[in-house]
């Protein structure tokens, strides 16, 4: 057995084009499809690329994050030729394994998508297996913006009030998630196992016959493995409970960003108020009843439930990876993150985190984020950064401390 065997990181992964947006460019798209400010009001599905620049714009206008899917895969590439992009890998199971093996622990990914893209940029030191008989290529859109862009045209005058990141998909591949015949075996070696992917799938009956594939496999798990599931922005909001009620018995730490948890409780929640953020995480743990939540954001980190500080390193080397690359991108270095260690966290976080502590005992362990002043911070791929921190302690816990 490889080191590697002892991390599966699945479901799914791809290949991104990542890029930044410039007022200019999206003021002429604007001008060009005659976009109005009405039409922000309301969530609208992305056929081509006018409904495209109406979904960036309402996201840009309140800071927000999210992922939607994309009726016209040319409509991905159409626009990433618009700004200059860069091809990276993609998937919170690639990314996060990436984040693993620079932290000196290696991992098997489970892949629905192989091309020469993907062998080409995966760690040398990270093994994979996939379902796919071919090689395929389906790139992910990646869409970052900065705090303070600012995109004023016609009756259009919005300001992003954060930076933030958006991701759009046409992918037949990950929408179908088949799993490779060798999973189950791969499990049975398994120490740590990660489950992302499922909220690109988009047909009911084959989520369904997936979901009971996956469970079969896991059964083959070994009893003190920890299997960690990451959600996201489903395509089809209605498949999130229904993945959840399929899996939640064989989750050990589930984990969702802000956008998610504001979502689950539906409405929005202050995140430097500890009763408000109390009171969501209870809500939150009503909802998804498993051992430990992980809520992960832009101020703070934080298990919540009977394992809260078995994870303690976990939340912490999380938070140091993802800060790291909030800061320098994928070219971060060991020193770097060195650097990183010795600097202050931020005094409201760290305010947070102590009352947040007072008012729910041992149930709770919250890590305050960082002091950061980033002129040109990277936002894509902070929620994957972290997960792969965190696996790579629960895998590797005296190595790393």
Known sequence: MT???RVLLGLGGCVDYELKLTAGVL???????NISAAELTSPVPVGGERDLVVSILQYVARGGGGEQYVASAATLGTFANRFPHRVALGGTSVRAGIVMSRLGVPST??????????????PPDTEYISSSVEDTFYPHLIVQYDAGLRIRTGDLDITAPYPNRLIYVNDPANGAMLLADELGDRLSKASVFLISGFNAMRDQEELDRRLTELRSHLRQLPPDAVTYFEDAAFHEPAFSRHVRDALLEMIDVYGLN?????SFVGH??????????ADALTALHALIAVPTLVVHTKYWVAAFGERADQYADALDTGTVMATARYRHGDDFTADDVDRLRAQPRWPESITFAAALHER??????CVPGFVLDIENPTTVGL?????????????EPRSLR
């Open 360 to 365: 729910m005992g041992a149930a709770v362990h």
């Open 27 to 33: 003021e002429q798209l604007v001008a060009d499809y």
């Open 109 to 122: 990914l489970h892949l629905v998508s192989i091309n020469d893209t993907m062998r080409g940029l995966l």
């Open 258 to 262: 802000e956008d998610e948890l504001q």
């Open 268 to 277: 929005p929640v202050n995140l430097l108020s500890a009763t408000e953020v």
């Open 3 to 5: 080191d590697a065997s």
């Open 383 to 395: 929620g994957d950064t972290f997960v792969g921190g965190f696996l790579a302690a629960v895998a």
